[in-house]
C-alpha cells in the first residue's frame, strides 16, 4: 500500500458499508423498520419472516403512513423527519433519529413499500432495490405503512455467507421481539415465523399483559415488582430471582424511556442486588423501565442504537441497585413461609401431653469456644429439661404445643435402636474441634428392649419420655400447621404444611441463619482495623486513576490508602472483615473492576457468607430431634430470605395434588 493514491469511495459501496453497521442481519432491520412504525404512532404492529428472514420479511402498522412528498428522501442517506439541528441529539425522543436504516436496507436488499396516509383515498407503492428507486405509483392499500424486504444481502455475498441458519436467524428476531413487546405495552404487536404465530400482544398498556405475552401466566406470579424513585430516576417494573432465574443475560430487559437498551452497568447492579437469592451461574431475570430526562443520556453512540451513556454512571447504579434490593426485602418469595410469618397472640386450654426429646451422642470431648458461639444448636444435656418456648409450635400430631414448666423425671435406660447407619458421624460441634470418629457398638437385635415407635428423626438417636404439664400459650400459628415427619439423608427436614410436602435443607437453613446473626455482630464492628507494617502496592496507571476516582468510597469500605511514590499506594488500613492476607488481592481486584465501572466495592459480605457456609451444619450430619425443631422454629420466628447466602433456595415443596397425580389417584 506504499505511495497509494486517495479516492473517493462509489455510492453503492458507502452505501454497503454503512449497512454492515446497521444491517448486520434480518434482526437489525426488522429492529429499525418497527421503531420507525412506533415513532409513526402505530397501536398495531406485524413482523412476517421466512425462513428466518433471509428469504423475506414484512413490516406492518397501522401508523401516520408516509407523505407522496417524502417517498422519495425516505430512502436517502441521513434524512429524518426526527431531528433539525445539532442541538436535538442531547434530547432524542424519539427511537429512530440518524436517518440511515432505510437507506442502509434498501442498498442491500430488495424492497417494497406500500404506505397510506390517514383520510386519503388511496396509497402509494414504492420498489427499491440495491438503494436504487426503479417505480412510484399509486395503489390500494390501508392506512398505515407496509414494508416488504426480500433477498437481504443479495448483492453482498461475502456478508451473507455470515449469516446464521434459518432457525438461528428465527431465534434472533424472536429474542428482538420479546423486547419491542416489552418495551411498549401500549402496541399490540403480532409476530409471524414461517406461517405460524409466535407472539401476540394485547397492547392494552399494562406492563402484566406484555409480560404474560412472553413469558406466560407462571412466570409472572413468581415476579417481584418494583415501584420507586432515587436520584432523580425512576424505576417501575418486575425482576425474577429463584426459580425464574436463567442460565444467561438475555432475559436481563432494561427499557430507557422507552427505548430497549443493553447496559453492563445496569446489568451489574440487578446481579448485585439478587446475588443472594439467584444461585451461583444463573442470572436473575427482569423488565424494568427507567424514566429520567433525556439529557442525563447520550443514545447516539452507535448506529445500532444498543449502547447507551449515562451522565452519571454511578448514581444510576447505585440507584437502580439500591431500588431493586429494597423491592427483593420487601417481597417474602416463599410460597409457605409467608403464612407461617403470621403470628398472633391465642389462649388455648390447658391439656396433658407426651413430649418426645431426643438425645445426643456422646462427643469424646468438648467442642472450642469459637465453634459453640457459631452454632445456634446446642446439645441436648443427658437428663429431663424444660421445653425451650422456641419449640412450643410443634408437635408430632401437626397440633399447636404451649410453652412448659420443667418436671423431673427419673432416668431410664433407653431403648436401643434397629437402625445402624452406614457412615456413623460425630455431631457438627465434636467434629470441629478434632474429636475423632469412634467406631459405633454393635447392636444386639434378640436383646432390643420393648419401646414405643420411633419417628424418623428420632430412630438414629437415642430417646427419653417425659411427661409434662402444660402452661400459658405465649403465641400460635394462625394458618395450618406445621408437623415435622423426619430427616431424608440426613439431609432433607420433612415438614407437612397445610396440603403440602415441603422439604428443607439443614445445610442451607443454618447457612442463612449464621449469615444473618455474623451480619448483626459486625454491623457494629468499625470498618476499617490498623496494619502494625504499612504494605506499598504498585499499580497500574489504569488503577491508581482508578483510586483517585474513588477515594471516598474506598475509605467507607475500610481501606486507609496514600499516595507512595510513582502508582503506589501505601496500605496502612485494610477492611476488618478481611484481614491482612486477603487484603492487597481484594485491592487490586476493586480497582481493576472500577476501572471498568462495571463492579461494587468489598464489603464485609463475601467474607461473611464463607464464615456462615464453614460454620453451618452440613449435609449428611445427623441432628438430634431438638435440633431439627430449632432450625425451622428459627427460620420462621426470624423470617429470613428464603435462600441460602448462595442462592440456593431453603425449601421446596410438592402439593398434596402433585402427589396423587404421581400415584395416579387422579387424572391430570
Not at 109 to 128: I, M
Request: aromatic share 6%; proline share 7%; hydrophobic share 40%.
Amino acid at each position: 500500500m506504499k505511495n497509494a493514491r486517495i479516492y473517493q469511495l462509489p455510492p453503492e459501496v458507502i452505501g454497503q458499508i454503512a449497512a454492515g453497521e446497521v444491517v448486520e442481519r434480518p434482526a437489525a432491520a426488522i429492529k429499525e423498520l418497527v421503531e420507525n412504525s412506533m415513532d409513526a404512532g402505530a397501536t398495531a404492529i406485524t413482523v412476517d419472516i421466512k425462513e428466518g428472514g433471509l428469504a423475506s420479511f414484512r413490516v406492518t402498522d397501522n401508523g401516520s403512513g408516509i407523505a407522496f412528498d417524502d417517498l422519495r428522501l425516505a430512502f436517502a442517506r441521513h434524512a429524518t423527519s426526527k431531528i433539525r439541528t445539532a442541538e436535538d441529539l442531547f434530547g432524542v425522543r424519539s427511537l429512530g433519529f440518524r436517518g440511515e436504516a432505510l437507506a442502509s436496507i434498501s442498498a442491500v436488499s430488495k424492497v417494497t413499500c406500500l404506505t397510506r396516509q390517514k383520510g386519503q383515498p388511496s396509497g402509494y407503492s414504492v420498489k427499491n432495490e440495491g438503494g436504487v428507486i426503479l417505480d412510484i405509483r399509486e395503489a390500494a392499500c390501508p392506512e398505515g405503512t407496509s414494508f416488504t424486504v426480500k433477498e437481504l444481502f443479495y448483492n453482498a455475498p461475502v456478508r451473507r455467507k455470515f449469516l446464521k441458519k434459518p432457525g438461528g436467524e428465527t431465534a434472533a428476531v424472536s429474542e428482538l421481539m420479546a423486547r419491542l413487546i416489552l418495551s411498549n405495552p401500549s402496541v399490540s404487536f403480532r409476530f409471524m415465523a414461517d406461517g405460524k404465530q409466535v407472539y401476540f400482544s394485547a397492547g392494552d398498556g399494562k406492563t402484566e399483559s406484555a409480560i404474560m405475552a412472553v413469558y406466560g401466566t407462571s412466570t409472572l406470579k413468581q415476579l417481584v415488582k418494583v415501584d420507586a424513585n432515587m436520584n432523580g430516576i425512576m424505576l417501575q417494573g418486575y425482576v425474577g430471582v429463584g426459580d425464574v432465574a436463567r442460565g444467561n443475560r438475555s432475559h436481563e430487559h432494561f427499557f430507557l424511556n422507552g427505548r430497549t437498551m443493553k447496559s453492563p452497568i445496569l446489568s451489574a447492579a440487578l446481579e448485585t442486588a439478587c446475588r443472594q437469592r439467584v444461585t451461583i451461574g444463573r442470572f436473575p431475570m427482569c423488565v424494568l423501565y427507567l424514566t429520567m430526562p433525556y439529557e442525563n443520556a447520550d443514545v447516539n453512540v452507535h448506529p445500532n442504537k444498543w449502547e447507551v451513556r449515562f451522565a452519571d454512571e454511578k448514581s444510576v447504579r447505585t440507584a437502580v441497585e439500591t431500588m431493586v434490593f429494597e423491592a427483593l426485602e420487601k417481597t417474602n418469595l416463599s410460597p409457605m413461609i409467608p403464612s407461617l410469618y403470621q403470628e398472633k397472640e391465642q389462649p388455648a386450654s390447658p391439656r396433658p401431653i407426651l413430649v418426645r426429646d431426643t438425645l445426643p451422642q456422646q462427643s469424646p470431648s468438648l467442642p472450642s469456644q469459637e465453634v459453640k458461639k457459631s452454632l445456634p444448636i446446642q446439645p441436648a444435656p443427658q437428663t429431663a429439661k424444660p421445653i425451650p418456648a422456641s419449640l412450643s409450635a410443634f408437635s408430632e400430631d401437626g397440633a399447636s404445643m404451649p410453652s412448659f414448666k420443667p418436671q423431673q423425671v427419673q432416668e431410664k435406660e433407653p431403648p436401643v435402636s434397629s437402625f445402624v447407619p452406614a457412615r456413623p458421624q460425630l455431631p457438627f460441634a465434636a467434629r470441629e474441634s478434632g474429636a475423632s470418629l469412634l467406631p459405633p457398638k454393635p447392636v444386639k437385635l434378640n436383646e432390643q428392649k420393648k419401646a414405643e415407635p420411633l419417628t424418623p428423626v428420632m430412630a438414629a438417636e437415642n430417646v427419653e419420655f417425659a411427661q409434662v404439664e402444660e402452661a400459658a400459650v405465649a403465641k400460635q400459628f394462625t394458618g395450618p400447621q406445621v408437623r415435622i415427619i423426619g430427616v431424608a439423608f440426613n439431609t432433607y427436614i420433612l415438614m407437612e404444611y397445610g396440603d403440602l410436602l415441603v422439604l428443607c435443607d439443614q445445610h442451607a437453613v443454618h447457612e442463612r441463619l449464621l449469615y444473618e446473626r455474623f451480619m448483626r455482630e459486625t454491623a457494629s464492628a468499625p470498618a476499617s482495623q490498623s496494619m502494625l507494617i504499612p504494605m506499598a502496592v504498585k499499580l497500574s496507571k489504569q488503577e491508581y486513576a482508578a483510586w483517585e476516582e474513588n477515594k471516598e468510597a474506598l475509605e467507607n469500605a475500610g481501606f486507609d490508602l496514600a499516595p507512595f511514590g510513582d502508582d503506589t499506594l501505601q496500605m496502612r488500613g485494610v477492611p476488618i472483615v478481611l484481614g491482612q492476607p486477603q487484603a492487597e488481592k481484594c485491592l487490586l481486584e476493586a480497582l481493576d473492576s472500577l476501572s471498568g465501572g462495571n463492579a461494587s466495592l468489598p464489603d464485609r459480605t463475601s467474607r461473611v457468607i464463607q464464615m456462615a457456609c464453614k460454620h453451618a451444619v452440613k449435609g449428611g450430619e445427623r441432628l438430634p430431634e431438638a435440633s431439627v425443631k430449632q432450625l425451622i422454629q428459627d427460620v420462621l420466628d426470624q423470617k429470613v430470605t428464603p435462600t441460602c447466602p448462595h442462592g440456593r433456595p431453603l425449601m421446596v415443596q410438592l402439593s398434596h395434588t402433585e402427589l396423587d397425580k404421581r400415584f395416579r389417584r387422579i387424572q391430570s
